[in-house]
């Protein structure tokens, strides 16, 4: 049996012998270097993407800490399942499959074909006076969540969502989970203007206050989404399942690192696909020691970003499948 470093050694050797100067693919060397270790193959495949929006509605939304109204959740879910947005543009772009799930709107249950329904309740509380979610909601979100990551047979999966208000909840979590300050994480979300953005400091300041620090499934109840926890625990169950991960902005970013808190092993199999124009992924980032492939300034969400970047897992794969060697195609070696 190949050991751990054999392996590496010879997956290394098979990168720098291709018909290119040692190292001048970059980026594009350590993805296959990340996907070849994942996979652990030196032939990987990496030929179908899944993408999967959670979506969901959150209490904190009736504070006025987002542009737009609570309603848009379920609006812009209807447009996903007719193919309006800007994820079903992309994933068709990419040659992406999409699906969308019910993680706990608002309302009453859709009834509608293509929609999944794994709903916890209908929204989560305002976090204002107390937890979003209890307990057992949470743990049933990250259950529901560890289930769809480890079904199906792509080559990877990406995770976006719809929730009004979650860049909310992704702030607050992230201010928990790093220390880092709230006002060095917030930002204007879906648009808000400056009187917006000051409420929003003020209700997410008073928010955080209400708890010390938490552990990162006690974060994730106080402060979440049930689209965000269904996230983390899509994100562990893919990880663990040994497929590629492909994160999307601010509010993957959050579940990312809820779910790299609670599995750190999970991290091996996570893409960062691009930096997001809300300042506060930096943080993020820094705190998973992650360099987002692409700087598009993207703050849509959806996994729009994480679509982007999957054509980029491809050309990895294929790099190492398919380019000739210097042996190959007698091309002479460095002098
Ligand atoms: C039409 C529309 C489409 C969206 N698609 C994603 N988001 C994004 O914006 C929301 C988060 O921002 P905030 O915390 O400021 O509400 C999330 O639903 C996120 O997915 C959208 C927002 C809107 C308005
Ligand atoms: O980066 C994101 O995912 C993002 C930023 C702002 C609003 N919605 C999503």
């Known amino acids: 049996m190949r050991t751990e470093t054999t392996f590496a050694t010879d997956l290394q050797r098979k990168i720098d012998m291709k018909t290119k100067p040692l190292g001048s693919l970059g980026r594009i060397e350590e993805l296959a270097t990340q996907i070849a270790s994942l996979q652990a193959t030196l032939t990987p495949r990496m030929e179908t993407c899944q993408l999967t929006i959670f979506a969901a509605d959150h209490g904190i939304a009736d504070e006025g800490v987002s542009a737009f109204p609570k309603e848009v959740t379920r609006q812009m879910v209807l447009n996903f399942l007719q193919g309006g947005a800007a994820a079903n543009v992309f994933a068709k772009t990419v040659g992406a499959e999409l699906r969308v799930v019910d993680a706990g709107i608002a309302g009453q249950p859709f009834d509608m074909e293509g929609l999944l329904d794994r709903r916890i309740a209908p929204g989560t509380q305002s976090f204002l006076s107390g937890p979003a979610m209890t307990q057992v909601q949470c743990e049933a979100a990250l259950e529901a969540g560890r289930d769809l990551g480890v079904g199906g047979d792509w080559d990877a999966v990406a995770y976006g969502e719809m929730g009004i208000a979650n860049t909310s909840s992704a702030t607050v979590l992230t201010h928990k989970l790093t220390g880092a300050p709230i006002d060095a994480i917030i930002g204007r979300g879906t648009g808000l203007d400056d009187a917006g953005l000051a409420r929003k400091r003020d209700i997410l300041t008073r928010a955080s206050a209400r708890t010390g620090e938490l552990t990162a499934i006690g974060a994730l109840c106080e402060y979440g989404g049930f689209e965000i926890a269904m996230m983390a625990g899509a994100m562990q169950g893919a990880?663990?399942?040994?497929?590629?991960?492909i994160v999307d902005g601010f509010i993957a970013s959050s579940a990312a690192l809820v779910a790299v808190r609670m599995a750190p092993e999970a991290r091996k199999a996570m893409v960062f696909a691009h930096g997001s124009a809300e300042t506060g992924h930096r943080k993020m980032?820094?705190?998973?020691?992650?360099?987002?492939?692409?700087?598009?300034g993207l703050r849509l969400g959806e996994g729009t970003g994480a679509l982007l970047?999957?054509?980029?897992?491809r050309a990895a794969?294929?790099?190492l499948n398919e380019m000739a060697s210097f042996d190959d195609a007698g091309v002479s070696e460095p002098a």
């Open 239 to 245: 990880a663990q399942a040994g497929r590629i991960v």
């Open 285 to 296: 980032m820094a705190a998973m020691d992650a360099q987002p492939l692409l700087q598009l």
């Open 317 to 319: 794969a294929d790099m």
């Open 309 to 313: 970047a999957w054509p980029l897992l």
